[in-house]
């Protein structure tokens, strides 16, 4: 079975797109320059396949539902440098094609936001910024409209609490899709959504449908600390990604932050 290589205009394509420049978030390493003879330049980056080009173990994140059209399309290249080109294909498991796609996307986004920007701003945004950094803030934009996470136990419906604890995990289920397993957000993520389903599971026997505000209520006494459990998991994380970000947190959400003593 042959290869599904891309054609040398699709490279180019790809290559411009990319402005020469890898497209991993923590690399950014330039891929062209002059070459010792004064008529040539060096091309150091490759256009990798996101999925891979041939059935086989050599080629990562094959997707065999893909036409040889689709394999070989500019949609499924991304612009490397040789490093991080080798980088994701000896780990596809921490590199999947979701990953690949997410940092194809915010290169060129980045790429076209330089083509705007004078020389200062380019600089500042030619430092390393990681797809974390994005999902981190994306996730803490998210809780701080989750009323579940800090509004006060007394006006909680509990029904009203448990669909708002399933759009959490829909999001948070989103953004695991977006990240390598050894990042630091992946293992936060997890561990949200390991709390979450904690949550559904302690609460599965009690009719949350009736449930309301009663201190004497075993359900509700139960409920309240299932809540609070998950709001002390949330809090911890959220407050490591705000301070390792340097990412504001609204005042509804700071309420679940852990006190530092
Ligand atoms: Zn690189």
Partial sequence: MSRDNFTKPTIKKLAERAHYICSNPECKKMTVGPHADPNKSTITGI????????????SPRYDKDQTSDERKGINNGIWLCHDCSDMVDKDEKCYPATLLRQWKKTHEEFIKTLQTKGFASTLELLKPTTIEIDLSKQLINFFDDRRVLYDLFEQEIPLHGLRSVLAIRTELTNIKKQLGQATSLYIKVDQMLAACRKFHSELNDIDLDHLRYNNSDPDWIKFVTTLSELRKVFGIHI????????????????????TIT
């Fill in 47 to 58: 256009a990798a396949h996101i999925c891979g080009a041939k059935d086989g173990v050599k």
């Fill in 239 to 258: 407050l490591e990604l705000s301070n390792k970000y340097k990412i504001q947190i609204g005042t509804d959400l700071q309420q679940i932050l852990p």
